[in-house]
């Protein structure tokens, strides 16, 4: 499973509003991330589902909804 963080500007958003962690380290995060989806954008059978993290409720929603489908296999 792989949890992507798009749009970009809302993932930073976030970040800076919990006023937990630096600049450098959101910028460190926010390469991380890019890093991770570029794979993921490369890779597209390498993960089974993806879970995008923009709105909690649907992508809870959705985690649910999977761990459901595999629970159930």
């Known amino acids: 499973m792989f949890q ?3 749009p970009w500007d809302a993932f930073v958003d ?5 006023g937990t ?3 450098e380290e959101i910028q460190r995060r926010v390469q991380t991330a ?3 989806t570029n794979f ?3 890779n597209r059978g ?3 589902v993806e879970i995008v993290n923009h709105m909690l409720d649907s992508a ?3 985690f ?3 761990l459901e489908g595999f629970i159930v296999q």
């Open 4 to 6: 992507s963080d798009r």
């Open 14 to 18: 976030r970040l800076r509003k919990r």
């Open 21 to 23: 962690e630096s600049e």
């Open 34 to 36: 890019v890093q991770e």
């Open 40 to 42: 993921f954008d490369s």
């Open 46 to 48: 390498f993960y089974d």
């Open 60 to 62: 809870v929603e959705h």
């Open 64 to 66: 649910c909804c999977i």
